[in-house]
């Protein structure tokens, strides 16, 4: 007899236990035991591809996927500006997990009317 279609026969986890896993490798993130997305997913016994596929399917792990990364970036962060780390590394690797520079320009007239000169290029006749 064939398995009935849609079964869930070939699912390590149910929905409810794949989060509590990645809300136990985000606690270890809080913790300082990851400097990278992959190593926190292969140090906790789960494939790397096995979590991507997992948050392209559940926004809820998604979301969780998420802290982890930002909880990797914060002691990266820390560790750069405490000299525990190369801080052009640091920088590097929050780059590479999702950080970015942002430049603002603030080109004002410091509340001033900005008058424009109207040039008249126009050839007259009688020049």
């Known amino acids: 007899m064939a398995a009935p279609e849609g079964n869930k026969y070939g699912e390590k986890h149910t929905?409810?236990?794949w989060i509590e896993i990645f809300e136990g490798?985000?606690?270890?993130?809080?913790?300082?035991?990851?400097?990278?997305?992959?190593?926190?997913?292969?140090?906790?016994?789960?494939?790397?591809?096995?979590?991507?596929?997992?948050?392209?399917?559940?926004?809820?792990?998604?979301?969780?996927?998420?802290d982890i990364g930002e909880a990797i970036v914060n002691t990266i962060n820390k560790g750069g500006l405490?000299?525990?780390?190369?801080?052009?590394?640091?920088?590097?690797?929050?780059?590479?997990?999702?950080?970015?520079?942002?430049?603002?320009?603030?080109?004002?007239?410091?509340g001033k009317d900005i008058s424009t000169p109207i040039i008249n290029f126009v050839k007259k006749d009688n020049e």
């Open 15 to 17: 929905l409810d236990e």
């Open 82 to 110: 405490k000299s525990k780390f190369n801080p052009a590394m640091s920088i590097w690797r929050m780059k590479q997990l999702g950080e970015s520079e942002t430049i603002n320009t603030d080109v004002t007239s410091n």
């Open 25 to 66: 490798i985000y606690d270890k993130a809080i913790e300082g035991e990851f400097l990278s997305l992959q190593q926190a997913f292969i140090e906790s016994d789960v494939r790397p591809s096995t979590a991507t596929w997992l948050v392209n399917k559940h926004k809820a792990l998604a979301t969780i996927k998420k």
